[in-house]
């Protein structure tokens, strides 16, 4: 049922150039308005040894207001999309975004899913929800989009973001869709597909990274793109955690049920746990730097595991243009260090996630985040809340937002990790982005299916 294996072998032409065009691929800032550009060029820069020059003219730069609560304005009405547990987090950060929202309708493939979070928002917001508004079923999120609602909020299983977005938009709603933007090459090209004609038709877009709007890395952001680094030139991004949690199988769950209950399981659901988990610090690598991945060296395996098919380790060398190389490092192990954050090193100095603070080449500090002095000024800093106080301020303000194409080209990234270590290959980015990798089944239907096909483990080298 699955395409994946012959897909892949499509995706790997060894002898393809590494060469990529170096271009722009922020084509959109986060958001379009007079003095609100970041702009679509690489941050690249003739910077002297001797003095501290911006990465890009700062008038240019983009950087989010994050005030505590979003402006007054229209009531919005918005449609759930994924009712699990990020679903109903989401809602909650949704609902206290600002004064005048709503959640109306949900959908889910399943009705104790809905059940749950029409009690969570019940309870936490007194967000009610009307029986005839929630829809379950494959094609549920179809019924929700056709509504008369403002906003789709999307929180389903990775696989299904691109296609959920796609026809969220094509339906003329502003969209938030969590991250990644996809986990194969199909979902990339609708994603990239969608997020054009959102921008065309002047429908936000924001994507679930949220340290784009969380205080500390905005204030980063800032320093960076001054030059207080110099020029980027390498980085570490780490994701070393504690296994998931895996849903045990009930009676009566068909196999297409169980696993997408599961979801964190498949790779063909969740991307495997460098798109899930990892690809938050490799976007902030890529936001920081403007830069786009070249190709991808990396190796994986699978030592605890036992069930479905991901692997629970990841070692990676990512090469951004420029030649800057980020070393990726990620597990999923019981009583060992656990470790989450980046750092960032540049020619004049490196900063650094656990403090927030930038560093010069001695060591001696020259920034630091002051976090007394954003608490003594602001009380929201829940960056799954504010995320959601821009997304509101921009669509009462009538000023597109669109952060999405930095999710995936940051999503890419780490598919081009995933198929480096599952082969064995040296993945570019024209052999990932040339590729017909599909993850999506021929048929979508909660039935028993062949889990032998679903249940391979890539072998490196096989």
């Known amino acids: 049922m699955l395409n994946t294996e012959k897909n892949k072998n499509t995706a790997i032409n060894e002898g393809t150039s590494d060469a990529i065009n170096r271009r722009s691929f922020l084509t959109k800032a986060a958001s379009i308005g007079a003095g609100s550009m970041v702009g679509g060029m690489l941050l690249n820069s003739c910077t002297s040894k001797d003095k501290i020059t911006p990465l890009r003219p700062l008038n240019g730069l983009y950087r989010p207001e994050l005030p505590d609560k979003a402006i007054d304005g229209k009531p919005l009405k918005a449609a759930l999309i994924g009712c699990g547990g990020r679903g109903a987090g989401l809602a909650i950060n949704f609902l206290s975004a600002a004064d005048g929202l709503s959640i109306v309708a949900l959908a889910d493939m399943f009705p104790d899913k809905i059940a749950n979070c029409r009690r969570i928002m019940k309870e936490k917001k007194n967000n009610e929800v009307a029986d005839e508004q929630c829809f379950t079923g494959f094609d549920a999120y179809k019924k929700v989009c056709e509504l008369p609602v403002d906003i789709i909020l999307i929180a389903t299983p990775n696989l299904f973001h691109p296609y959920h977005l796609k026809y969220a938009v094509e339906q003329g709603k502003h969209v938030f869709v969590e991250k990644p933007a996809c986990v194969d090459v199909a979902g990339y090209r609708t994603f990239m597909a969608a997020i054009k004609q959102a921008a065309a038709k002047q429908q936000s877009v924001l994507t679930g990274t949220q340290y784009h709007h969380d205080r500390p890395f905005v204030e980063s952001y800032q320093k960076i793109q001054e030059g207080l680094l110099g020029e980027i030139v390498s980085g570490v991004v780490y994701y070393n955690t504690v296994p998931v949690t895996y849903k045990k199988r009930q009676p009566g769950w068909t196999d297409m049920e169980y696993m997408i209950r599961d979801f964190f399981s498949w790779c063909w659901l969740c991307g495997d746990m460098v798109l899930d988990q990892l690809i938050h610090w490799v976007d902030v690598f890529t936001w920081f730097s403007h830069l786009k991945p070249s190709k991808v060296i990396a190796t994986g395996s699978r030592l605890f595991r036992t069930v479905g098919n991901l692997y629970d380790n990841f070692g990676i060398d990512f090469e951004y243009e420029n030649g800057v190389h980020v070393t990726g490092i990620c597990r999923q192990f019981l009583n060992c260090d656990t470790y989450v954050g980046a750092i960032v090193q540049g020619t004049k100095g490196s900063w650094d996630s656990r403090d927030f603070s930038i560093h010069d080449l001695s060591g001696k500090v020259l920034w630091k985040h002051d976090d007394a002095a954003a608490k003594a000024k602001y009380q929201n800093h829940d960056m799954y809340t504010l995320e959601h106080v821009e997304f509101v301020n921009s669509i009462r ?66």
């Open 397 to 462: 303000k009538g000023k597109l937002m669109d952060q999405s194409e930095t999710t995936a080209i940051s999503s890419m990234a780490c598919i081009m990790a995933r198929e480096a270590a599952y082969t064995g290959k040296t993945i570019t980015w024209e052999n990932i982005t040339n590729s017909t990798m599909d993850f999506m089944p021929a048929e979508l239907a909660l039935t028993d299916v062949d889990m032998a096909e679903y249940s391979k483990v890539p072998l490196p080298g096989k």
